[in-house]
Every structure is written in C-alpha cells, then in structure tokens.
C-alpha cells in the first residue's frame, strides 16, 4: 500500500518562502507520479504541481507557475515544493498526492484522478 506523508508547513509572512516535503513509500517501480494539491477553507481543492518520477516531467498551476518549484530526492523518497513569494492567497491546506501513471501525470484538474493521499499539512501566510 502506498503511503505519503507530509510535512513543513507553517506561517510565513507574506514574500517569504516555504518547503514543504512529501516521504512516500509502498512503490515497487519508478514510473508514477507525484503531486501537491491544496485546499483552502470553502473552496475546492485545487492543483498545485506535479513530477512524474519516470522521466521529470514537471507540471504546475498557473497560480503558481514562476513562484513555486516542485522536486524530487529519489534516494529519500522525498517530493519537495519549494514555494517563494508567498501571497495571502496562497493560505491553506497542503497535500500529497499520487498515482500509479504511465508517461506524465493525470491533469491537476482532476484530483480525483489521485489514489493516494498523505493527511495534510497548513500553511498560512499573514499579510
């Protein structure tokens, strides 16, 4: 069973900077992908980014695109999203996701598309 687990949330004033890291384990191949979604309070949950392990292949929201980074320490096992210039807007829950995909990752439109889910972790960002 696939398990994730996240973890580097916290508060950040605005223009700061935040890492969040995502440990996974249950995989017994290198071809599936991984991704972060976030989910603010009374909103639906949103697609942040994603890497497909198989080839690197990066993908990112457009809310995001320029400010965050997505990447992966596979020794460790580790997704990492580097997140800078923090907005207000970026307030919420953080979560890891992944699926067992060939070729690239399912759209981050379609989170229902994701089998595994870590638990989440909260980032607020204070302007």
């Known amino acids: 069973q696939v398990q994730l687990m996240e973890s580097g949330g916290g508060s950040v004033q605005a223009g700061g900077s935040l890492r969040l890291s995502c440990g996974v384990s249950?995989?017994?191949?290198?071809?599936?992908?991984m991704a972060w979604f976030r989910q603010a309070p009374g909103a639906e949950r949103e697609g942040v980014a994603a890497l497909w392990t198989g080839g690197g292949a990066k993908y990112y929201g457009r809310s995001v695109e320029g400010r965050f980074a997505v990447s992966r320490d596979s020794a460790k096992h580790t997704l990492y999203l580097q997140m800078n210039d923090l907005k207000p807007d970026d307030t919420a829950v953080y979560y890891c996701?992944?699926?067992?995909?060939?070729?690239?990752?399912?759209?981050?439109?379609?989170?229902?598309?994701?089998?595994?889910w870590g638990q989440g972790t909260q980032v607020t960002v204070s302007s």
């Open positions: 249950g995989y017994t191949h290198e071809n599936y992908c």
């Open positions: 996701a992944s699926q067992d995909y060939l070729g690239g990752c399912p759209a981050l439109e379609t989170p229902y598309a994701y089998e595994f």
